[in-house]
Nanobody, 122 residues
Framework: VQLVESGGGSVQAGGSLRLSCAAS????????MGWFRQAPGKEREFVAYIRNGPTTAYADPVKGRFTISRDNAGNIMYLQMNSLKPEDTAVYFC?????????????????WGQGTQVTVSS
């Protein structure tokens, strides 16, 4: 299984970015997909997930600003990030999980990507 993130970069506060996660080596529609982030000196934290339903869930700090989506035909997941804030600065990781339980907790995910850096300046 390979998960490859892209789309990170540097942006000013209030700007937007769209992250992508390309998945291979798995039956994409059988997996819940998610985004987590890790800021320097902090633990990895939940951002959003999407089931193949497509039920979605978001962490409170990103609700109303971020939108998660998936393209099952292309095996790609997206995270549209709007109204970015400096506190959104982190490495963003995509993840895949077959079981689909406890999806807000990092330990419950099966596979992880290498991450993409997002930096938001004030």
């Amino acid at each position: 299984v390979q998960l490859v993130e892209s789309g990170g970069g540097s942006v000013q506060a209030g700007g937007s970015l769209r992250l992508s996660c390309a998945a291979s080596g798995l039956t994409f529609t059988a997996y819940a997909m998610g985004w987590f982030r890790q800021a320097p000196g902090k633990e990895r934290e939940f951002v959003a997930y999407i089931r193949n339903g497509p039920t979605t869930a978001y962490a409170d700090p990103v609700k109303g600003r971020f939108t998660i989506s998936r393209d099952n035909a292309g095996n790609i997941m997206y995270l549209q990030m709007n109204s970015l804030k400096p506190e959104d600065t982190a490495v963003y990781f995509c993840a895949a999980d077959r079981v689909g339980a406890g999806l807000t907790q990092t330990q419950n995910w099966d596979f992880w990507g290498q991450g993409t850096q997002v930096t938001v300046s004030s």
